[in-house]
């Protein structure tokens, strides 16, 4: 079975700096990769997600996420961050016979001013 | 047009009652989902549906019933609420397998 570890419980960081959010996954074959974002009292949001192909993916609101095969690994990266980014940050795997998809524990990211 | 839309929002209730939360998704995917999001906003799936099917149903006490009259709705029943069971219940639906899942708001359940 699939499995996400996100070892970053919580993360700040000032506004206009960069952001980077780790996520390693365990799962034997080729995984289906998402990043979803979680503001404050909403539901979940599809920053991104990688299925196959270019190893950099692009998302919504200016994040991208890497692909490396070789670590295992799925980080999120945003060159400068707004205020409006605070939020709980989930990795999430899927595969292409299944379902079910297993969400990491989170990162919580606070925005200083 | 919201596209997953969850009711209600909030629900607040005492050990013992029933309760009902109910699930639309106007997106035309064939798949939904009950996520139960704890404290510690840990996410576990708990149930899915595929046209109606049951194909997912994880380790659920049996107080938790879902129910998909069809392939654009899906509620969750819940008998002899507990302490335990508060939480925040979120809808999710997909096409087919990978993921990939869209999400409702969420409903925030307080058992007192």
């Known amino acids: 079975a699939q499995s996400v570890t996100q070892p970053d419980i919580h993360i700040t960081v000032s506004e206009g700096a960069s952001l980077e959010l780790r996520c390693n996954y365990s799962?034997?074959?080729?995984?289906?990769l998402f990043w979803y974002v979680q503001s404050p009292g909403q539901g979940l949001q599809l920053l991104l997600k990688?299925?196959?192909?270019?190893?950099l993916v692009q998302g919504i609101k200016g994040f991208e996420a890497e692909f490396k095969r070789s670590q295992s690994s799925f980080n999120l990266r945003k060159p400068s961050v707004h205020w409006s980014d605070a939020a709980e940050y989930f990795c999430?795997?899927?595969?292409?016979?299944?379902?079910?998809?297993?969400f990491g524990a989170g990162t919580t990211v606070t925005v200083r001013a | 047009d919201t596209a997953v839309s969850q009711t209600p929002k909030y629900l607040v209730t005492q050990m013992g009652n029933d309760k009902s939360i109910k699930c639309e998704q106007n997106?035309?995917?064939?798949?939904m989902y009950w996520y139960k999001q704890d404290s510690k906003k840990f996410l576990k799936i708990m149930f899915s549906?595929?046209?109606?099917?049951?194909?997912i149903n994880e380790t659920v006490p049996n107080r938790f019933s879902p129910k998909s009259p069809d392939k654009a709705h899906l509620n969750l029943h819940i008998n002899s609420l507990e302490l335990g069971d508060s939480a925040v219940y979120f809808c999710?639906?997909?096409?087919?397998?990978?993921?990939?899942?869209?999400f409702g708001s969420g409903t925030r359940l307080t058992v007192v």
């Open positions: 999710a639906s997909s096409r087919g397998t990978g993921g990939g899942y869209t």
């Open positions: 799962y034997g074959a080729t995984p289906y």
């Open positions: 990688y299925f196959s192909g270019d190893t």
């Open positions: 999430a795997v899927g595969t292409s016979n299944d379902y079910k998809l297993s």
């Open positions: 997106l035309g995917h064939d798949t």
């Open positions: 549906y595929n046209n109606k099917e049951l194909i």
